[in-house]
């Protein structure tokens, strides 16, 4: 379920693009920003994370093939969401 402002738009958007939304839990997120951390330093937000969490999802379900190339948009920065989420660095 989509939270915070706009968030349903942009579900909307997707869905009336054809495109495929999915849902992942915090703990994958979580998971996706402490691994991409400590394994290759990236700075990455909570929705950069999702979007890395999300490719074993793809694969799973054939939306994408090992293989392809996929670019995942880093759109904030960890920088605010650092009191709630320093534990995970």
Known sequence: MPGGVGHFKV????RESGGTAIGLTE???NSALSTVWKDKGWWVC??????????????EDGLIQAGDNVVAFNTGSLEKYLPDLRHLL
């Open 11 to 14: 579900l909307s958007i997707v």
């Open 27 to 29: 703990d994958e997120i």
């Open 46 to 59: 909570p929705e950069g994370a999702a979007c890395l969490a999300a490719i074993p999802h793809l694969l």
